[in-house]
């Protein structure tokens, strides 16, 4: 089944405590994303990859780090988690990226709280 | 800043009624596309339009991207209670190769 794949699909951890949202595909997509959804704020995107080893910053990049060693996954890194990180994240992969994105296949979703 | 804005924010219906999501961007989009998100769910792909002036229909769901490719819309025929969710639109941002900056969605509910 074509799936998109997060993983823990809910967290609770600490300020500064470091942490891996991992992301996998299995769809051989190309262009892979990240997002974070917050009440009245919709959907605003962290990091993307083009390709494998080719990521870019999106729109809320400050406390992630994000890596693309392989094409199937996308893990996200939270270095210092600090409450305002408390969010539900989304992964989301595509055919293909660019200015004609192709249609994005969004995982279950990962809620983190940091206390 | 490019933006991408959705009205209205919130919209109650009575089960049978129409519903219409707008969707207005600041700048010209090469495409749009339209996401569902149940309560509790994530989002899935509804439909992406390319063309000015596009028309495209999905059963009881209609989508249009306006002729300047600057607006679009999303109208639902006689709503059921399993179109509750919030309804979003997504366009590329202007001079990014991969981002795509989402609108902050119309959360529709249906009372039977």
């Known amino acids: 089944e074509a799936q998109v794949t997060q993983n823990p699909r809910y967290l609770i951890t600490v300020t500064g405590k470091k942490l891996t949202v991992t992301c996998s595909q299995n769809m051989n997509h190309e262009y892979m994303s990240w997002y974070r959804q917050d009440p009245g704020l919709g959907l605003r995107q962290i990091y993307y990859?083009?390709?494998?080893?080719?990521?870019d910053k999106g729109d809320v990049p400050e406390g992630y780090k994000v890596s693309r060693k392989e094409k199937r996954n996308f893990p996200l890194i939270l270095e210092s988690p600090s409450p305002n990180q408390t969010s539900l994240y989304f992964c989301a992969s595509s055919p293909r990226g660019g200015a004609n994105t192709g249609e994005l296949f969004f995982g279950e979703g990962s809620r983190l709280t940091v206390l | 800043g490019q933006q991408v804005m959705q009205i209205p924010q919130y919209q109650h219906v009575q089960e049978g009624e129409d519903f219409t999501t707008y969707c207005n961007s600041s700048?010209?989009?090469?495409?749009i596309q339209w996401y569902k998100q149940r309560p509790g769910g994530h989002p899935v792909f509804l439909i992406q339009l390319v063309k000015s002036g596009e028309v495209k229909k999905q059963k009881r769901l209609t989508f249009q991207f306006g002729e300047a490719k600057k607006n679009s819309s999303l109208h639902i025929t006689a709503t059921q209670t399993t179109d509750v969710g919030t309804y979003f639109c997504?366009?590329?941002?202007?001079?990014?190769?991969?981002?795509?900056?989402f609108g902050k969605g119309t959360k529709l509910s249906v009372k039977p």
């Open positions: 990859s083009m390709n494998v080893e080719v990521t």
């Open positions: 997504a366009g590329p941002r202007e001079g990014s190769q991969g981002n795509l900056i």
């Open positions: 700048t010209t989009l090469s495409n």
